[in-house]
């Protein structure tokens, strides 16, 4: 079983909504959690980190995350077909290791 | 802003050969770790140094060793290729504890 789980997609959504991406974790000591953005054949490029409860908000993107549940979450406001992507969420332990999700696939429509 | 640098960018190698990856953090990121991406894959956890030394280590095959340099360079050398290394490394950098930030890349074809 994957420390780091999500819903591989794709997922579907028209211009103008808002995309919901979701991550669940096993490990309750994680510290840190990041959001990527991959284009295919691309690297990872970082969007959101988060580290404590709540929401984190930046732009059209916003990061949650729960502890409790041990999920974290993104959602991409006013999506457009340039947020088409993969987006991998990702969990920091104390050594500093990242330990990637799967990544979901996001498919913006005009 | 500076960014990692890798380099090559492609590689082309024949089964059995070596391949050397070069990686060349951030100025002042102390941290470096090393990914594998196959085709439709996301990205698997190679090894990581913190300070020039091994930090973690993760899916790394026996064939593949990995060094950081006093000038927080690092290099992954991989021998004896098989058809299934063929993928895209990824190096990362950070500062201790914080964001990660990946190079473009090498793309390593064996044949």
């Known amino acids: 079983q994957k420390e780091v789980e999500q819903n591989s997609g794709p997922l579907s959504v028209p211009e103008g909504a808002i995309a919901s991406l979701n991550c669940t974790y096993s490990?309750?000591?994680?510290?840190?959690f990041f959001w990527y953005r991959q284009y295919s054949g691309k690297s990872p490029e970082l969007i959101m980190s988060i580290y404590s409860n709540g929401d984190k908000e930046d732009g059209r993107f916003t990061a949650q995350l729960n502890k409790a549940s041990q999920y974290v979450s993104l959602l991409i406001r006013d999506s457009q077909p340039s947020d088409s992507a993969t987006y991998l969420c990702?969990?920091?332990?104390?050594?500093?290791?990242?330990?990637f999700g799967g990544g979901t696939r996001l498919m913006v429509k005009p | 802003a500076a960014g990692v640098i890798q380099s090559p960018r492609h590689l082309i190698k024949e089964k059995r050969e070596t391949a050397t990856l070069k990686c060349y953090p951030i100025p002042r990121h102390d941290t470096v770790y090393w990914y594998q991406q196959g085709p439709g894959q996301d990205p698997q956890f190679l090894i990581s140094?913190?300070?020039?030394?091994?930090?973690d280590k993760g899916s790394i095959p026996d064939r593949f060793s990995a060094q950081q340099f006093s000038d927080y360079h690092s290099e992954l050398n991989m021998s004896s290729l098989e058809l299934g290394d063929s993928a895209l490394y990824f190096c990362a950098s950070s500062p201790i504890g914080g964001e990660a930030f990946f190079g473009q890349g090498t793309r390593l074809t064996v044949v």
């Open positions: 140094f913190y300070e020039k030394m091994q930090s």
């Open positions: 990702a969990e920091g332990n104390a050594g500093n290791m990242l330990t």
């Open positions: 490990d309750r000591v994680s510290q840190s």
